[in-house]
T-cell receptor
Framework: DVKVTQSSRYLVKRTGEKVFLECVQDMDHENMFWYRQDPGLGLRLIYFSYDVKMKEKGDIPEGYSVSREKKERFSLILESASTNQTSMYLCASSLNPSEQFFGPGTRLTVL | KQEVTQIPAALSVPEGENLVLNCSFTDSAIYNLQWFRQDPGKGLTSLLLIQSSQREQTSGRLNASLDKSSGRSTLYIAASQPGDSATYLC???????????FGKGTRLSVIA
């Protein structure tokens, strides 16, 4: 079975902190994705990556950056966390262009 | 720009009922369509993947159909159970290695 893991289920940070969200998949998938999910807004794509050291902006990249140094790991970085980045963050991976699998999510609260 | 719509936003049914969830998309040039389930506070679980060349896929009590020309997909759940209560999302992948475009989901409640 495909497994996508995220470093934390719940995270509480203060405004202005630098925040790292880590995602690891174990199926050698080329594609990896970061979404945020908010009530009433649905899933919104932040960044995605089709290969190591590659990244593409999604629909809402402002305030975020990403890093993909190894194929299995895709990190989302909040350079200076703000309260409007309080959200559920979901990581996903897929082979091209096949079934997509999600991690369990990280509930981030920025105080 | 591709848009995916799921109606209704919420649905409540008694246990044992057969039900249909709807998904529509504006551009029929899709590569595949995927149905997901999401429990509160959790990630998305893949239920079914339908390739554009397929008409339907089945898994247990779930059956998903695809009518690409009319831009519609349905997820049929037979003999619903309280454990089926969740939000169901559909998503389409357009041609090329492009990200999925998601609907906002239908929140299903199955009442015992």
């Amino acid at each position: 079975d495909v497994k996508v893991t995220q470093s934390s289920r719940y995270l509480v940070k203060r405004t202005g902190e630098k925040v790292f969200l880590e995602c690891v998949q174990d199926m050698d998938h080329e594609n990896m994705f970061w979404y945020r999910q908010d009530p009433g807004l649905g899933l919104r794509l932040i960044y995605f990556s089709y290969d190591v050291k590659m990244k593409e902006k999604g629909d809402i990249p402002e305030g975020y950056s990403v890093s993909r140094e190894k194929k299995e790991r895709f990190s989302l970085i909040l350079e200076s966390a703000s309260t409007n980045q309080t959200s559920m963050y979901l990581c996903a991976s897929s082979l091209n262009p096949s079934e997509q699998f999600f991690g369990p999510g990280t509930r981030l609260t920025v105080l | 720009k591709q848009e995916v719509t799921q109606i209704p936003a919420a649905l409540s049914v008694p246990e044992g009922e057969n039900l249909v969830l709807n998904c529509s998309f504006t551009d029929s040039a899709i590569y595949n369509l995927q149905w997901f389930r999401q429990d509160p506070g959790k990630g998305l679980t893949s239920l079914l993947l339908i390739q554009s060349s397929q008409r339907e896929q089945t898994s247990g009590r779930l059956n998903a159909s695809l009518d690409k020309s009319s831009g519609r997909s349905t997820l049929y759940i037979a003999a619903s159970q309280p454990g089926d209560s969740a939000t169901y999302l559909c998503a389409v992948r357009e041609m090329g290695n492009t990200p999925l475009v998601f609907g906002k989901g239908t929140r299903l409640s199955v009442i015992a």
